[in-house]
């Protein structure tokens, strides 16, 4: 007989360290030629129309530095979402990886970034949905964050249209 909980808590484990790991991939993956405004532009031209094209109601965010490029709010969403984006957006400008993966290393740990002592919930979202616009041989030069779908679904649709971008650079 097989103890339960000890190995439905290490398949939970496993489980997360696989999802690290492929977020891991994606960043490795997702490394751009360049990103100008111009890019910018197209990177959330392509995610809200790709949501209208799905019936989703997101909120659109590409930052540079501290400049929003892009920005847009489709009927569906609130003000909420425009705090949810930049909450997020200050966790990946902290860390320099998606918000995602920060609260998902932590788990995997065993802890939650919420808990320590400096996190303020007031300033950062450790929430799927917020990916670094990395450029190689650069580095991050921005964020591009969606906002409106589950914390997996708003990683997985940024993370689709940084794909789509890297494919027509």
């Not at 949905?129 to 589950?150: E, Y």
């Amino acid at each position: 007989m097989t103890d339960r909980p000890a190995d439905a808590a290490r398949e939970d484990a496993d489980a997360l360290a696989a999802r690290v790991a492929a977020i891991e991939a994606e960043m490795a993956e997702l490394r751009l030629p360049r990103f100008t405004n111009d890019d910018a532009h197209r990177l959330g031209l392509w995610l809200l129309t790709t949501a209208r094209e799905r019936g989703l109601a997101i909120t659109v965010n590409v930052t540079r530095g501290q400049q929003v490029v892009f920005h847009a709010a489709m009927d569906g969403t609130s003000a909420d979402n425009d705090d949810w984006v930049r909450r997020k957006t200050a966790v990946v400008q902290r860390f320099g990886e998606p918000s995602l993966l920060v609260a998902l290393r932590r788990r995997l740990k065993g802890t939650r970034i919420e808990d320590e002592g400096w996190f303020d919930e007031r300033v950062y979202a450790a929430h799927g949905g917020c990916f670094p616009v990395l450029v190689r041989d650069v580095g991050m030069v921005a964020t591009v964050t969606v906002s409106g779908l589950a914390q997996e679904d708003d990683h997985a649709l940024v993370v689709e249209g940084l794909r789509e971008i890297l494919r027509t650079s």
